[in-house]
């Protein structure tokens, strides 16, 4: 039992309840909500992270009536307590606690019969909402206290009400969205009476022994958002009407700044929590950006929040306060903020899941179990698929040997971690490598595997996790002094010029534009992420602790050392495959820092004068110093055949059986069933 995180690990007494200790799981939809066979599937997923000795767990939002809905499908709880009642026996089993967080989407719904307190359109949907009539409103709020008692009714220990990221209940505290002259708008104590009454309505049918957490926007980052006076009255109201708790939400959807992808510095908001402790006398969730112990601890201890919120971590480590109680944080596979298996699962109607954890939310039909014959297995790569595919093999008993050229683990991880915001991915190289030393794996580093070793070496199965090679380009002066790749530049430290074009717009080409606009162009290594400069990333973004909703009158700040021209031959614009919910903000960022972005251009040749292109049917020169080529990859596995002739059962995973759109968790995810199937 670990005594290094003393206040992390200290039961919270709320008076009526004591929870284990000081971290919640916090409320993520993760698309089971409404799928066929969800609850099933929910009961296993919040089972087993209460199982890992969560402190309190929040589902993902529940709406208290149809119009509530996000989408089309129904998630009410309407007739459906014998499912919840499911997921609340798993998790009270293992004695934990968990809250059905109540949600209403208000104008976000994506449904025709959508309301709000006005008909004012959001930005990311094209559904304009109906004004609620005041009785409507009364029902509403009437539909909040239902759902809540049915979800008491289910053995939920208590509910959140989400009131921020611009759903619902924040939409009737903004005069942004809320421009009715009635009861329910106008002045501050108006907008803010719907959800005053919807808290002390839930109160009074819920009893005195029911926890209600209140989520409440500590910062809005929107125009129209709530002085911070204002959001400690509102805090102060909800608190007298009868609230148990406050979670910190950050930022409504539409805000133009990001608030929890992977460049967003650990704590970069936990401030805006820091500043409502003592302004009421129950405890304080901290949230976003928060994804391991140490970080928790000292934000306690430090007397910034009462408790942590960690959603997306408990994603990637089902066990990651099992794994802190027992002192062995260096096994915690830690969330690396990329949203590419969850939110961006969840924007294209998917059921979530994690790049570095593809178990998550499949755990009842993807079980890693011991392995009925014990083989001895080579794998050949110690990249994301290869590690994958090694530790889950491990796991199950299988004897394991890697065989890997560099002289260290982590493949790509290594230059994505080289990128300024992707630090984290070093964090999932730490994991890795603790796997390895725990599961007693043989690693080969600085070690090419030959065909021989692998034919003589005694193995019943050989793992081909060789990865790609960059794509090199038939264009004339491709061999030019200027030109380099992406590895000599995120890996290999190349020395860049002050005018850059950068051919290829995919994942690789942003990375490596993101890399050469930062700071002041300094080859400085990755990043520690348990030290960012927040106060720089803020400043940056435009935020500003004082001005009311947190935006500063002079916008963002951003600058770049270098002239750079990022250039594709479709012609579309830049940055359509990156991820759904980090891609917009990586577009922008690029855009406040001047990088030119060409779509639709013909490649004709290099030379001193730099990059010649024909765009719209006009040839132009980009004069730059360096060209940096980031056109793909192909596959690398010259062992294969080889192999394969010698009678070898080989298995190609990864990169080397599918360069094209490959992806890191497509990598892992094939890895790891692979292995569990094996
Ligand atoms: P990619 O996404 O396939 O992009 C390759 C780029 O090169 C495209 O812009 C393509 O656009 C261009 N290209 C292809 N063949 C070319 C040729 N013969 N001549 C000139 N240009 C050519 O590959 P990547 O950027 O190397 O990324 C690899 C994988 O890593 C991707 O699947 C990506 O998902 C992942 N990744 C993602 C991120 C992220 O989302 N932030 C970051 C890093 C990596 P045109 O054909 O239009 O010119
Ligand atoms: Fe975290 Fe990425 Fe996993 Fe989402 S997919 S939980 S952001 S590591």
Redesign the pocket.
Same mark, same amino acid.
């Given at each position: 039992m670990s005594n290094s995180y003393p206040n992390l690990l200290r039961p919270l007494d709320l008076g009526f309840t004591t929870l284990r200790n000081r971290v919640m799981m916090g409320s993520m939809h993760t698309g089971l909500e409404e799928h066929a066979d969800g609850f099933q599937r929910m009961a296993r997923f919040f089972g087993e992270r209460a199982a890992g000795q969560a402190g309190l767990i929040v589902t993902g939002g529940f709406a208290p009536n149809q119009a509530g809905n996000l989408g089309p499908l129904d998630a009410t709880l309407d007739g459906k307590e014998d499912g919840h009642r499911l997921i609340t026996d798993a998790v009270h089993q293992a004695d934990g606690k968990i809250l059905l967080q109540v949600l209403h989407g208000g104008r976000y719904a994506r449904r025709p019969d959508a309301v709000a307190p006005s008909a004012i359109a959001s930005r990311i949907n094209p559904i304009t909402p109906r004004a609620m009539e005041g009785d409507e409103i009364l029902q509403t709020i009437e539909d909040f206290a239902i759902c809540a008692q049915r979800a008491r009714d289910a053995g939920y220990d208590g509910v959140e009400i989400m009131g921020s990221e611009g759903y619902l209940i924040t939409q009737f505290i903004s005069t942004r969205t809320n421009q009715r002259d009635d009861v329910w708008g106008g002045s501050f104590e108006n907008r803010i009476r719907f959800p005053v009454d919807v808290l002390r309505r839930t109160r009074e049918v819920c009893g005195k022994d029911f926890i209600i957490l209140y989520r409440l926007s500590v910062l809005d980052l929107v125009e129209g958002g709530l002085s911070w006076d204002e959001t400690v009255k509102l805090a102060q109201a909800l608190e007298a009407a009868g609230a148990t708790m406050f979670n910190s939400g950050v930022g409504w959807h539409e805000a133009l700044i990001p608030t929890i992808m992977h460049s967003v510095p650990r704590g970069a908001f936990t401030w805006a929590t820091a500043r409502l402790m003592g302004k009421v006398g129950v405890p304080i969730i901290a949230s976003n950006r928060i994804n391991n112990p140490d970080q928790a601890e000292a934000l306690i201890t430090a007397g910034d929040a009462d408790m942590v919120s960690m959603a997306?971590?408990f %994603? =990637?480590d089902a066990d990651i306060v099992a794994k802190t109680i027992a002192g062995k944080t260096d096994q915690i596979n830690t *969330?690396? !903020? +990329? /949203?590419? !298996? *969850? %939110?961006d699962y969840i924007f294209k109607g998917k059921v979530s899941? +994690?790049?570095? /954890?593809p178990r =998550?939310c499949s755990e009842t039909e993807f079980e890693i179990t011991p392995a009925q014959t014990t083989k001895n297995i080579a794998v050949v790569g110690a990249g994301p698929g290869g590690l994958s595919y090694a530790i889950t093999a491990a796991e199950r008993g299988q004897k394991v040997t890697i065989y890997e050229g560099s002289g260290r683990i982590g493949g790509q991880f290594n230059m994505a971690m080289a990128v300024p915001g992707k630090e984290e991915y070093g964090e999932t190289i730490r994991y890795w490598g603790s796997q390895i030393d725990r599961l007693g794996i043989t690693l080969n580093l600085n070690h090419r595997a030959t065909v021989d070793e692998l034919r003589t070496g005694g193995f019943d199965e050989v793992i081909l996790a060789t990865g790609v090679t960059p794509r090199s380009l038939d264009l004339p002066g491709s061999d030019h002094a200027s030109v380099l790749s992406y590895v000599d530049v995120l890996q290999n430290g190349a020395q860049v010029g002050s005018r850059v074009a950068i051919i290829g717009a995919g994942g690789i080409g942003f990375d490596v534009a993101e890399f050469l606009s930062h700071g002041d162009g300094a080859h400085d290594g990755p990043r520690d992420p348990a030290a960012p400069d927040i106060e720089a990333w803020l400043t940056q973004w435009g935020i500003d602790r004082h001005s009311d909703g947190g935006l500063s009158p002079n916008g963002p700040a951003m600058t770049s050392p270098r002239a750079i021209t990022l250039l594709q031959r479709k012609a579309q614009s830049l940055g359509r495959g990156l991820g759904l919910t980090t891609g917009w903000a990586i577009r922008a960022e690029l855009n406040m820092k001047g990088v030119e972005m060409i779509g639709g251009v013909s490649y004709r040749k290099i030379d001193d004068a730099g990059l010649h292109i024909t765009v719209d049917g006009e040839d132009r020169v980009v004069a730059v110093d360096n060209v940096i080529i980031c056109a793909g990859q192909e596959e690398q596995r010259e062992l294969y055949d080889e192999l394969a002739a010698a009678g070898i059962r080989v298995h190609l995973i990864g990169g080397a059986d599918k360069a094209g759109e490959l992806d890191a968790l497509r990598a892992i995810e094939q890895g790891m069933r692979l292995a569990a199937a094996a």
């Open positions: 997306r971590p %994603l =990637a *969330c690396i !903020g +990329c /949203n590419q !298996g *969850c %939110l899941t +994690c790049l570095v /954890n =998550a």
